[in-house]
């Protein structure tokens, strides 16, 4: 038996109301350009539009003009989406609560996440989007995902409860020397300001 072996999210769809209003959540909104128009190639009373999310990646939105909705419609039980977060920079995410409030969109306020910060709110129809900012960046030739089980691994050891800053910092530091040669012989952390 072997694994199909994925490599990235290629793109998630989801179900919307009429073009207009999908448009003016996910460009006007949260800032993705509207990359891509085609019908529904399964259903040709849908529209299918593409949206850029930041990373070449793709949402893509079914719309149909005689569609409602309702902002409490988007169920989370078992087996549903719960939420969609998108990254977003620590300049944007602290101006987020500024942003949502100018158009009324009720929302959950900054949430302290140890190794990112986030906001949730609910697009048109109820379901939950978070903005996400890492307060971290990987080094270089590193994924978020490399630093995050290395912090884990921190986390663990320590027994602490959650991802924090100091297990943050301490992955990054194990990535740069495990990635990055040197020519020193002894790379541990040193004092040069010793009395003399």
Not at 84 to 106: H, P
Request: glycine share 8%; hydrophobic share 35%.
């Amino acid at each position: 038996m072997r694994k199909l072996q994925t490599q990235g999210v290629h793109h998630i769809t989801l179900t919307g109301v009429d073009r207009q209003t999908t448009i003016d959540f996910w460009e006007g909104v949260l800032g993705m350009p509207f990359v891509f128009d085609q019908p529904n190639l399964d259903n040709p009373d849908e529209g299918h539009v593409y949206f850029d999310p930041g990373d070449g990646r793709l949402i893509t939105v079914f719309t149909n003009e005689n569609r409602s909705g309702t902002a409490d419609h988007t169920p989370t039980e078992p087996g549903c989406v719960h939420h969609l977060a998108f990254s977003v920079s620590q300049a944007t995410f602290w101006q987020a609560v500024e942003r949502l409030d100018e158009r009324g969109i009720k929302h959950s306020g900054p949430k302290d996440r140890g190794f990112m910060d986030s906001i949730y709110f609910k697009d048109p129809l109820g379901l939950l989007i978070e903005l996400a900012s890492y307060r971290f960046e990987p080094p270089l030739g590193c994924s978020h995902a490399d630093v995050m089980i290395r912090a884990h691994r921190h986390r663990v050891a320590r027994g602490d409860h959650h991802i924090d800053r100091i297990h943050l910092a301490d992955a990054l530091e194990d990535l740069v020397v495990a990635r990055q040669d040197s020519l020193s012989s002894d790379r541990s952390a040193k004092n040069p300001y010793r009395a003399d």
